[in-house]
């Protein structure tokens, strides 16, 4: 998979992605994590890239112009159509089922908005999918799109070491309706520490009991710590993936 992300700090992304499950992923040729600095694309001597909001008001607004070229010029380095995706506030709320489909597409394009926010015309010419990481606000969208390309980067095939540990997290699994649920505890040596034990189920050698143990678990404490889980399928409907830069429609992956 090849990940572009478009950003005014492209110098934040390989300190943190450069290390453990992304940077090993990226090493193996598994990920392709390109960041690039919308700056490179303003036409103004200075390299502007915001201007004041009419109507007055406090911050500025990232303008139309470097934005937009920015994508339609990344878009043209790879022939993989890609799905363009917005962080932002205002987005829907990043949901597993949402990771799992992102992690399907052969190519992501992440724009990390800054300041006030984005002008709107530039938000509609791109019509990218628009995310959120929760109900919160950081200085820019380079940590929430890190977040996106870790949690997407675990899902890629050979990217763990272990096929079965991504499908082992909280979220991935489901119950008999299909909502999601959060993992059981998990346990290791010694098997006793400040006089606390180890289950004896774990410890018994019986595997159908263990695996009956961890999903009483998984139930339990999904009904104790996120019972809103239990009442809902977590996620929304895929959007199709946004157009290419010829105007194409790319195609929605399977799912």
Same mark, same amino acid.
């Given at each position: ?6 950003? #005014? ?10 290390? +453990? ?8 040729? $598994? ?7 919308? *700056?490179? @694309?303003? !036409? ?34 790879? =022939?993989?159509?890609?799905? *363009? ?5 205002? /987005? ?10 992102? +992690? ?13 926010? $984005? ?8 019509? =990218?999918?628009?995310? +959120? ?59 006793? @520490?400040?006089?606390? /034990? ?20 998984? #139930? ?10 239990? !009442?809902?399928?977590?996620?929304? $409907? =895929?959007? =199709?993936? +946004? ?13």
């Amino acid at each position: 998979m090849r990940i572009d992300v478009l950003t #005014l700090f492209p110098g934040m992304f390989e300190p943190i992605l450069g290390e +453990s499950i992304p940077g090993r992923a990226a090493a193996a040729g $598994i990920l392709e994590l390109h960041a690039h600095d919308i *700056r490179a @694309w303003s !036409q103004d001597k200075h390299r502007k890239v915001d201007d004041r909001p009419f109507g007055g008001g406090p911050g500025m607004v990232m303008m139309c112009q470097p934005l937009v070229d920015a994508v339609e010029a990344v878009e043209r380095m790879d =022939p993989r159509a890609a799905c *363009r995706v917005l962080l932002t506030p205002q /987005g829907e709320r990043l949901a597993q089922p949402r990771v799992e489909w992102l +992690s399907r597409q052969p190519r992501l394009l992440m724009v990390a908005g800054h300041y006030e926010g $984005i002008d709107e015309r530039a938000i509609e010419e791109l019509a =990218p999918l628009e995310v +959120s990481v929760g109900d919160f606000i950081v200085s820019g969208g380079e940590i929430p799109a890190m977040m996106l390309v870790d949690a997407v980067t675990r899902l890629l095939p050979g990217a763990l070491g272990h096929e079965q540990s991504a499908a082992e997290d909280s979220f991935s699994r489901r119950d008999e309706e299909g909502r999601s649920l959060l993992d059981c505890p998990h346990y290791t040596r010694p098997r006793e @520490w400040r006089g606390r /034990g180890v289950p004896e189920v774990l410890i018994g050698g019986d595997h159908a009991a263990i695996a009956r143990w961890r999903h009483d678990r998984m #139930l339990e404490r999904t009904q104790q710590r996120r019972p809103d889980l239990r !009442q809902r399928p977590l996620g929304g $409907i =895929p959007r =199709p993936m +946004s157009q290419t830069a010829d105007g194409g429609q790319a195609q929605d992956a399977p799912g």
